[in-house]
């Protein structure tokens, strides 16, 4: 038999694990036979993803990570990669807004605030993973937003912020490549998480005539992709923005 994702036995790190997209992210990657650290500070959703994936024959920890704190992003990789003994994946996937806000509203704050969850996290998370990874090579895949490309509707600090995280991602991938470490990005379409309800959620259905395949995003058409960028199978795609949207060409 084939293998064709290759996965098994690879060491995993999933940001923000312990629901959404995250969520999918962990328990895709443990049922291909990857041991997946869960880093969330949510200790009870992140430790029922744990159990559930445990539950299911596969193999998982969880470690509380704010990633907006550097401190804590190098302890919990220092353990994780002790208690795995590598890490080959990095799923860069904690992140998110708030309410929509005027730009001319954004205090320097709430852009601060904003900026260092859904793109400095990943730059830390990048950074003190290299050690790790820069003998053997590994994949990083970093979650984006379609309001990347586009423009975001009433929230110009996260739209920043994940346009911020494709020029990581590009750049990542060239001085990676060297070392055999692979980094892409999902600019991710609108998609039916607990995240999206509290932010902006409630507007969700009217995109949906916007969408060819006439549905939102379940967080399982991400992780699917995160599957395959993770894969063997990608080896040789680095650098690129993949887009699962159901067709829809600009997201919002
Ligand atoms: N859901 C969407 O429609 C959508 C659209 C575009 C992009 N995205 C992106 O996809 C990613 C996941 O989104 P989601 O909707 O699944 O989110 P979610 O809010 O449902 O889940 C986020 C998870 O991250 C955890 N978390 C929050 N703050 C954290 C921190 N400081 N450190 C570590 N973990 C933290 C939460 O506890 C939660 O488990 C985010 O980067 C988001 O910006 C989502």
């Not at 949510?42 to 539950?55: E, F, H, R, T, Y």
């Not at 907006?68 to 919990?76: F, L, N, P, T």
């Not at 990874?133 to 990083?140: H, N, Q, V």
């Not at 040789?236 to 829809?248: D, E, F, H, K, S």
Request: aromatic share 8%.
């Amino acid at each position: 038999m084939k293998d064709y994702l290759g996965i098994s036995g690879k060491s995993a790190i999933v940001t923000g694990g312990g629901r959404g997209i995250g969520e999918a992210c962990a328990k895709a990657l443990a049922s291909y036979g990857a041991k997946v650290a869960i880093f969330d500070i949510n200790d009870v959703n992140g430790n029922a993803v744990k159990d559930q994936i445990i539950a299911g024959g596969g193999e998982a920890i969880y470690i509380h990570c704010n990633v907006m704190h550097i401190e804590e992003i190098k302890a919990a990789i220092k353990e994780a990669a002790s208690v795995f003994g590598s890490i080959d994946i990095l799923v860069n996937n904690a992140g998110g807004s708030e309410k929509p806000i005027d730009f001319w509203n954004v205090t320097d704050e709430l852009w601060n605030k904003i900026v260092t969850y859904n793109l400095f996290s990943q730059f830390w998370m990048i950074r003190e993973t290299f050690p790790f990874m820069k003998e053997k090579g590994g994949k990083i895949v970093n979650i984006s937003s379609g309001y990347a490309l586009c423009g975001g509707d009433q929230c110009v600090h996260y739209a920043s912020a994940k346009a911020g995280v494709i020029g990581l991602t590009s750049s990542i991938a060239k001085e990676g490549a060297p070392f055999h470490i692979n980094c892409n990005v999902i600019p991710v379409p609108t998609t039916k998480t607990p995240g999206l309800w509290e932010s902006d959620g409630e507007f969700a259905d009217d995109e949906i005539p916007l969408i060819p395949q006439g549905r939102l995003a379940e967080p399982e058409d991400i992780s699917n992709t995160v599957l395959f960028l993770v894969s063997q199978a990608a080896d040789y795609v680095t650098g690129q923005i993949v887009a699962p949207n159901g067709g829809r060409r600009m997201l919002v």
